[in-house]
């Protein structure tokens, strides 16, 4: 079986920075694209950014400059770091990753539970 976790989510004040991570476990081959989406109350989930196993990273204009995305392959590991963050980034953000798992029947596209970000003085 296969599991992506997030962490680091938060309250922050605007101008703030944070540091998000997702952790993929389980019987894991390898991990093609990941990727950070978010959901605001409201609103559809979006694309913030993603990579690909190679390292190119590519991001929703809303958030260039600001965030920059990361992925440590040893380690099954993505990173989101949000800087300068502002109100409207407040949503929860979601680890996605397409995988393949030693067990053919676990290979596929994952989801993490979510981890909220609150962006508030």
């Known amino acids: 079986q296969v599991q992506l976790v997030e962490s680091g989510g938060g309250l922050v004040q605007p101008g703030g920075s944070l540091r998000l991570s997702c952790v993929a476990s389980?019987?894991?081959?390898?991990?093609?694209?990941m990727g950070w989406y978010r959901q605001a109350p409201g609103k559809q989930r979006e694309l913030v950014a993603g990579?690909?196993?190679?390292?190119?990273?590519d991001y929703a204009d809303s958030v260039k400059g600001r965030f920059t995305v990361s992925r440590d392959n040893a380690k099954n590991t993505m990173y989101l770091q949000m800087n300068s963050l502002k109100p409207e980034d407040t949503a929860v953000y979601y680890c996605?990753?397409?995988?393949?798992?030693?067990?053919?029947?676990?290979?596929?596209?994952?989801w993490g539970q979510g981890t909220q970000v609150t962006v508030s003085s």
């Open positions: 990579i690909s196993s190679n390292g190119m990273s």
């Open positions: 389980g019987s894991i081959f390898s991990i093609n694209a």
């Open positions: 996605n990753a397409d995988l393949q798992s030693w067990s053919s029947e676990y290979s596929g596209d994952y």
